[in-house]
């Protein structure tokens, strides 16, 4: 039994690392569900799904590491239902955004990101929930737009904030970031 068991777990592995170097391999713009669209975002193209009226208050969600803009649909269409405009974004380099030709995935340039995809919708004020290593650049662009920010919330929240936030990732965590395989 616990053989088997490990033998299904393997095959699973294998059969999510095929479909991610598939997806990989081919193209964002075509390979990205319907549920969704690209939006420019400064140096890249944003993927985002978006629910709920279009004059409603606006929530806008991230994700932490190796998870996408579709971790919040259960909360979104809740929230969409009860009047909100939902905003769920895939924070580069993961999901189906575009990676940055510079790779830099610091705080400050997430969230100049973050920004400019919500500048390309026309959002003016919005309400922050960031899940994980999402917090950071949430945060920061809490930080530098506290104007157009009416609240955060953090889940999980990874913040490192012993951290310089335009310090980009060191040598391990970049090669993480920039792997193929591990995407």
């Known amino acids: 039994a ?3 068991l ?3 777990i ?3 592995v294998v059969a999510f690392r095929v479909a991610g ?3 990989e391999d081919g193209d964002e713009l075509s390979d990205a569900p319907s549920t969704g669209r690209f939006v420019a ?3 890249v193209e944003i993927f985002l799904q978006e629910l709920g009226p279009a004059d409603g208050p606006v929530l806008v969600f991230t994700h932490g590491a190796g ?3 579709e971790a919040w649909r259960s909360a979104m269409e809740v929230l969409a239902k009860a009047g909100y405009r939902c905003v769920s974004l895939d924070v580069p380099p993961f999901g189906f955004s575009r ?3 510079n790779a830099d995935y610091s705080a400050v340039a997430q969230a100049r990101r973050l920004g400019a995809a919500l500048d390309t919708l026309k959002v003016k004020r919005f309400a922050l929930v960031a899940h994980s290593i999402g917090s950071r650049p949430a945060m920061e662009l809490a ?3 506290s104007e157009r920010v009416s609240a955060v919330v953090l889940v999980s929240a990874a913040l490192s904030l012993d951290q310089d936030p335009s310090a980009k990732p060191g040598a391990f965590a970049s090669t993480l970031l920039n792997s193929r395989f591990l995407r």
Do not use: F, K, V, Y
């Open 143 to 145: 930080l530098t737009n």
């Open 10 to 12: 393997c095959i699973g």
């Open 41 to 43: 975002a400064e140096d």
């Open 21 to 23: 170097q598939m997806r």
């Open 67 to 69: 998870a996408w803009s």
């Open 99 to 101: 990676r940055p030709n």
């Open 2 to 4: 616990l053989l088997g």
């Open 6 to 8: 490990g033998l299904l």
